[in-house]
């Protein structure tokens, strides 16, 4: 299995909701990553997890709170979002977080839209 | 600060041509550099990796070199085809910070005509 999967494929939510988007791999990946894609822009990194451990929060605000239960499962759970959270959520994994080991592997993506 | 920097924003072909794409990067201390297609609203797929001890690596119709001393990367691509249209990223991975962060450009769309 070479794919990163990630549910659900769309999400709307309110902004006093609280959901989870899920991803998930079976690479045997030991790193994790999650990114936030805006229209026309590049990816900008949200958090990195390194064997189940958090290694890099980018400043991301705490409505949004990541989760590594197992080396196979990412989760972000999401709460109080406002509208401009809007957007493409990528999950990515790489067999190791060091720089040489790094090749990156993304999942679809889950469109979030906050009303 | 490393940045990555893609020139054209957006480039239209006929169908057949061959092509060119530019990626160029200011700290050539890197470790690897990869290169991505995007379909619109989906996510990225893996097109290229290469290391910083490569110059070029290719698949199918693909070929993506690599001068680090110039701080410049190339995608080919050959004959293309409608199905090449998509969004292509180039990122990097640089050696002033051993973890998994890429510093992507801002991307390449590609319109094949037919």
């Known amino acids: 299995d070479t794919e990163v999967t990630q549910t659900p494929k769309h999400l709307v939510m309110g902004m006093t909701n609280k959901k989870s988007l899920k991803c998930e791999q079976h690479?045997?990946?030991?790193?994790m990553y999650w990114y936030k894609q805006k229209a026309k822009k590049p990816p900008e990194l949200m958090f990195v997890y390194s064997y189940e451990k958090l290694s890099i929060n980018e400043s991301v605000p705490s409505r949004f709170s990541p989760e590594c239960p197992n080396s196979s499962l990412l989760n972000l759970h999401l709460h109080a979002l406002q509208p401009e959270d809007s957007a493409l959520y990528l999950c990515a994994s790489s067999l190791l977080l060091a720089a040489a080991f790094n090749e990156q592997f993304f999942g679809p993506g889950t469109r979030l839209t906050v009303l | 600060k490393q940045e990555v920097t893609q020139i054209p924003a957006a480039l239209s072909v006929p169908e057949g041509e061959n092509l060119v794409l530019n990626c160029s990067f200011t700290d050539s201390a890197i470790y690897n550099l990869q290169w991505f297609r995007q379909d619109p609203g989906k996510g990225l797929t893996s097109l290229l990796l290469?290391?910083?001890?490569?110059r070029e690596q290719t698949s199918g119709r693909l070929n993506a070199s690599l001068d680090k001393s110039s701080g410049r990367s190339t995608l080919y691509i050959a004959a293309s085809q409608p199905g090449d249209s998509a969004t292509y990223l180039c990122a990097v991975s640089s050696l002033s910070s051993n973890t998994g962060k890429l510093i992507f450009g801002q991307g390449t769309t590609l319109q094949v005509k037919p």
């Open positions: 290469i290391q910083s001890s490569q």
């Open positions: 690479m045997g990946h030991r790193a």
